[in-house]
């Protein structure tokens, strides 16, 4: 116990090694497992799994299904929240407020907002006797149990977290480049294209990563509002299938693997495109 | 879009500004009102759980007919809510306190030194948070289930402990940085040892950022679901995944036994959240802090 540095060896850095072997053992560990287990398939050769994979009419099209949910989610609440965080970049009363409100649908979580969705937009909700006491629809309103429901529930759940999130990138940027702009005749417009755009882009495309990430690994929604038997037969469905009711972790390793492929490939796709587009500090902001 | 600043001045200025602005305000408008949207129907939704579960009857009318506080009682005996609530509330003290006690001498290890491979440390610490649950909670529970792990509450626990101990280290790392390593040496010149060090100095400086991490955790792991779900067993299920459990075999149970569960799983959540947003910024629990947050 005396004082480090005199022995020559320091020995603080040490004070990071239980976090270190926790996730080495629970979170590294468990994920090379599971690569190394979807090449042992119950039987057939290495790739046997990853062959089943991509023939089976069950399992590929999860692929492109749970991209036609991601997608769009991801766009339109980035699309909404982009605007809206950078009309309240300010800090007023009000922002605060709005802020706090935002944060009640993220910390409910999925099963909540699915619980509340089945009874508000179902077929006898709040939403549909609106509708229909305003003609605004004719026939059966169908917003749950299909592709509708699981997309309005990535929006309540994804929209709050891209907005807080572009909110801490927005206000990271320092307030004056912006009047400095203005008084060099910039208006509102060329404001946002010419000084916060190019400073938000680093910030926008690490948002779209993990809001895509978000939306393309939902589970409970696409189960509890979807139509988990087709339109929304999403990729983590088919990996908990395998697991959990066909008991068959290799499969569903491989499947786990094609799931965090699929997320890597969009994820490297943005980044290297933010790189095109934009060439500059990692960081932009303040100092 | 074109509100460029008028040089002009004039008689005709006056005018031109009242239609130029125009654009800008119907652009406000529409911001606030797609917030204003996005806001009701969230709280419209959250109210029809809370409607359903003290409704006696209620089918396609704007209120239900009659109310009753019975569907408490019915979910309270009939999803043993008293042993749900037990569990969840030892999973999420348990995560707490075991993250902070990882967590922050190794946020304090990243803050006062450059060692070699700390990069790659940082990346072992952010890569819980980037990659989602469910991608590799599966491979977790497989490896969980063969260690007689999964099923038990400990599995449970240290699943939790996953994304939990890299925030809690993202979220403190920064909240060391800016605690001067002067009072240290200070405290150090007067002979203090380590252990006095830790206690009379650093605790108390840590306090409020310990507080903050501490409460961001316990908000994130009473909602966590997923890894949740695939480690527990019968008798180490949270409310979310009995929330789930009950909302999947619909008809079994009643819907409104179900919103009732809903709401007791709500009141747990939003009285943490409650305690938590007199200590932190909303948007600390999507991102780690980017400013240093203000002691006390």
Redesign the interface.
Known sequence: ?N?PGLAGA?R?????A???I???T??????A???W?SFMPKDGGMLANYAKFFSSDRLWPTIFTTLKLALPATLINIG?AL??AY?MRIKTPRQKW????????????????????????GP???VA?VLETLHLYDGPIRLTHNYTGVLISLI?SG?P?AF??L???V??IYPVLGRAA?TL??????QFRDVYLPLLIPGLAICFC?AF??A??V??SA??LGAPAGPTRVI?IA??EA?FEQYD?PL??A??MM??LA?LVVVVGVLALRRLVYRGPVTGGKG | ?????TTAAGAGAAKRKTSTRFW?RAW?FT?YA??AV??A??G???A??AI?SFGKVW??T?LPQGWTLNWYADAWKEFQLYDLLIVTFEVMFAVVLLSVL??V??A???A??D?RG?RW?LF??L??L???????G???????YQWHLAGTIWGVI??N??PA??FV?LVMTPFIEQIDPNLESAA?VFGA???QIFLYVLAPLLAPGILAAALLVL??T?????LT?LTAGPDSQTL?VA??YA??APGVRT?QS??AM?MV??AV??VW?LVA?QFV???Q???RV??HPQPG
Do not use: H
């Open positions: 116990m004082a320091d603080t850095p040490w004070l990071a239980p976090s270190a926790f996730l080495l629970l979170f590294i560990y468990p994920c497992y599971g690569l287990l909404i605007p809206i009309r709005i802020t706090t409100a935002l944060v009640v649908p993220i910390t409910l979580g999925t099963v909540l907002v699915a619980e509340g969705m089945l009874t508000y937009f006898r909700g709040w006797q309540i929209f977290f807080l999130l909110l801490s990138y206000t990271g203005a005749g910039a208006g509102p417009w060329q993990l990430v978000q393309y690994s589970f409970p189960v509890l983590s990996a908990y697991a972790y569903a390793s499947i786990a799931m965090g997320q | 879009m074109s509100t460029t600043i800008p406000n911001l797609l917030m996005f806001l129907n969230v419209l939704m959250i029809t759980v359903n089918r396609g704007w990882l967590g001498p190794a304090y290890a990243l006062r030194r060692f700390k440390l072992l610490f890569l819980p980037l990659i989602p649950p469910i991608t590799y599966i491979p977790l529970a497989t490896v969980m240290l699943a402990l996953i101990l890299p280290i150090r040892r380590t252990p908000v994130r009473v909602a966590m679901f997923e779900f979310v929330l789930y909302m999947f819907s179900v919103d809903a799983y709500m959540t939003l959240l947003l910024n909303p948007t629990l999507v991102s980017k400013d």
